[in-house]
């Protein structure tokens, strides 16, 4: 199993650009996870998909939008890129309907915004 | 906002010492869980302890949670360089559903 893998490792974007950031686990969880980590911070949560055709906004929605593709994939579009988004991307995984339990992280993607 | 927060915010020990840092936080949780980053991947789950739990093991890892504190620990024994990373305290509030909210993180340094 590769576990959770994200597309692609490094990215540096102009102001005003868009892209996708894609995700996918192979673990058949029901719940994902959008987070941006920021030098020397903690995880914030952008978006959340509790399962299959659902998604919810987290802590820092703004500037971002979210398709939970199928059960594996879960992607993150910035549709204008800002300075201000430059940070690491983690995609998370987990397998539970009530309370939360363990999340599996992918290795991250690095975005530079100039 | 951050549910958690962690304290000391840095940690620099030699090998083999003991390794203890703090989470506190602010509202009712169903469960508190503690991940690993080392630098430059993503986060690994170490430990999760339930609400109605006040301490748990896993290997050299001791955790213990005090609800009417509000708060969690976590003690890595006779620490090793590998355990080189920030460590991450997650909560997982009553009201919040599905979602853990992270603290900012203790950055330890052990030195061979």
């Known amino acids: 199993n590769a576990g959770v893998t994200q597309t692609p490792k490094f990215q540096v974007l102009k102001t005003g650009q868009s892209m996708t950031l894609q995700c996918a686990q192979d673990?058949?969880?029901?719940?994902m996870y959008w987070y941006r980590q920021d030098p020397g911070m903690g995880l914030r949560l952008i978006y959340y998909?509790?399962?299959?055709?659902?998604?919810d906004k987290g802590e820092v929605p703004n500037g971002y939008n979210v398709s939970r593709l199928n059960k594996r994939e879960f992607s993150l579009r910035l549709e204008s890129a800002a300075p201000s988004q430059t940070s690491v991307y983690f995609c998370?995984?987990?397998?539970?309907?009530?309370?939360?339990?363990?999340?599996?992280f992918g290795p991250g993607t690095r975005l530079t915004v100039t | 906002s951050q549910q958690g927060e962690e304290d000391p915010q840095a940690l620099s020990i030699q090998e083999g010492e003991n390794a203890t840092m703090n989470c506190s936080y602010k509202?009712?949780?169903?469960?508190l869980q503690w991940y690993r980053q080392n630098s430059g991947r993503g986060l690994v789950h170490l430990i999760l302890?339930?609400?109605?739990?006040r301490e748990k093991h896993s290997g050299r890892l001791r955790v213990t949670l005090d609800t009417s504190k509000k708060s969690s620990s976590l003690l890595i024994t006779a620490s090793r360089a590998a355990d080189t990373a920030s460590y991450f305290c997650?909560?997982?509030?009553?009201?919040?559903?599905?979602?853990?909210?992270f603290g900012g993180g203790t950055r330890v340094l052990v030195k061979p």
């Open positions: 998370a995984s987990s397998n539970h309907r009530g309370p939360a339990y363990e999340q599996y």
């Open positions: 673990m058949n969880h029901n719940s």
């Open positions: 998909s509790a399962s299959e055709g659902t998604t």
């Open positions: 509202t009712s949780i169903n469960n």
């Open positions: 302890i339930r609400s109605n739990e």
């Open positions: 997650a909560t997982d509030e009553e009201a919040a559903g599905n979602k853990l909210t």
